[in-house]
């Protein structure tokens, strides 16, 4: 009964995601819309763009409360020559976290803050697929401690999809280490895997599905403790807010594997601007 409950309670927040974004939409006809959904689902695509994603974590901790990130992205692309772009990221989060013991209060504040740089291949291969690989740096500019590692971070990312009609494929890859920061702080050894489906409405341009689980591995927690693993849907929508074009997305994600005192639940709001050349 328990997880039948669960998985009641799972679709009625991806019904509740969707019905938000959908009725208040409405969408250009034109191939444009269709074109830019496609590039706003590349993480390397040669765009500039601005997105506000907002996370809401449902019973976190001890006390089952409500946690909520504010990641800001700003995706910049450089042109390095005629045959590779550097396309560099960077996540702001923006953290409400709940107390975790008697006593303990909210604290709000700035988290770790992470750059991502990708160099990318401005050609698809032989067989289709779009590629970039480079460097994740995490800082250390938590403004409390329960809001960060304490520690910096180093590692490797690489990220590949394919474009096929109305599908855009992919995943993207990245594990950080701890290379400095403060000796009384745990060590960081997290890896990140986003696999991302969309599927794209052919008889309404710039509206989508998209499959897109945040799953991470913390290798240095405890062998109950190291995986969360999510599964959930969403759905976006291209659109102008005069003439600025926006991504909107919703989604809901259940946590199948979560570590001790992590998330059930998660409800995943995005606003994204979008600065076509």
Same mark, same amino acid.
């Given at each position: 009964?328990?997880?039948?409950?669960?998985?009641?309670?799972?679709?009625?927040?991806?019904?509740?995601?969707?019905?938000?974004?959908?009725?208040?939409? @409405?969408? @250009?006809?034109?191939?444009?819309?269709?074109?830019?959904?496609?590039?706003?689902?590349?993480?390397?695509?040669?765009?500039?763009?601005?997105?506000?994603?907002?996370?809401?974590?449902?019973?976190?901790?001890?006390?089952?409360?409500?946690?909520? =990130?504010?990641?800001?992205?700003?995706?910049?692309?450089?042109?390095?020559?005629?045959?590779?772009?550097?396309?560099?990221?960077?996540?702001?989060?923006?953290?409400?976290?709940?107390?975790?013991?008697?006593?303990?209060?909210?604290?709000?504040? =700035?988290?770790?803050?992470?750059?991502?740089?990708?160099? @990318?291949?401005? /050609?698809?291969?032989?067989?289709?697929?779009?590629?970039?690989?480079?460097?994740?740096?995490?800082?250390? *500019?938590?403004?409390?401690?329960?809001? $960060?590692?304490?520690?910096?971070?180093?590692?490797?990312?690489?990220?590949?999809?394919?474009?096929?009609?109305?599908?855009?494929? $992919?995943?993207?890859?990245?594990?950080?280490? @701890?290379?400095? $920061?403060?000796?009384?702080?745990?060590?960081?050894?997290?890896?990140?895997?986003?696999?991302?489906?969309?599927?794209?409405?052919?008889?309404?341009?710039?509206?989508?599905?998209?499959?897109?689980?945040?799953? *991470?591995?913390?290798?240095?927690?405890?062998?109950?403790?190291?995986? *969360?693993?999510?599964?959930?849907?969403?759905?976006?929508?291209?659109?102008?807010?005069?003439?600025?074009?926006?991504?909107?997305? /919703?989604?809901?994600?259940?946590?199948?594997?979560?570590? *001790?005192? $992590?998330?059930?639940?998660?409800?995943?709001?995005?606003?994204?601007?979008?600065?076509?050349?």
């Amino acid at each position: 009964m328990k997880c039948l409950k669960k998985v009641s309670t799972f679709f009625t927040m991806l019904s509740i995601s969707t019905g938000m974004i959908l009725p208040s939409l @409405s969408y @250009s006809a034109d191939q444009g819309a269709a074109d830019l959904a496609k590039a706003a689902q590349n993480p390397i695509a040669a765009m500039i763009s601005l997105p506000f994603q907002n996370n809401t974590n449902f019973n976190v901790g001890p006390e089952e409360k409500t946690q909520n =990130i504010l990641n800001i992205q700003p995706v910049w692309p450089v042109d390095l020559n005629q045959d590779w772009n550097l396309i560099t990221r960077t996540i702001v989060p923006i953290i409400s976290q709940p107390g975790f013991g008697p006593g303990q209060e909210r604290k709000n504040g =700035i988290g770790d803050i992470q750059f991502s740089a990708f160099f @990318s291949s401005k /050609a698809p291969t032989a067989n289709g697929w779009i590629w970039g690989a480079g460097f994740i740096a995490q800082l250390d *500019t938590a403004s409390d401690d329960r809001l $960060g590692a304490g520690k910096w971070g180093l590692g490797p990312t690489a990220v590949a999809l394919k474009i096929d009609g109305p599908w855009v494929y $992919g995943g993207l890859i990245n594990n950080v280490w @701890s290379v400095a $920061g403060d000796d009384n702080r745990a060590d960081v050894n997290i890896m990140l895997i986003q696999p991302f489906v969309n599927y794209n409405f052919t008889d309404i341009p710039g509206r989508y599905l998209t499959f897109a689980p945040i799953i *991470t591995a913390n290798w240095e927690a405890d062998s109950g403790s190291k995986w *969360t693993v999510p599964l959930g849907l969403g759905i976006g929508q291209i659109m102008k807010w005069g003439q600025q074009p926006v991504n909107l997305q /919703a989604s809901a994600y259940y946590n199948v594997e979560a570590p *001790t005192n $992590g998330a059930d639940w998660q409800l995943r709001l995005q606003v994204q601007l979008l600065f076509p050349k």
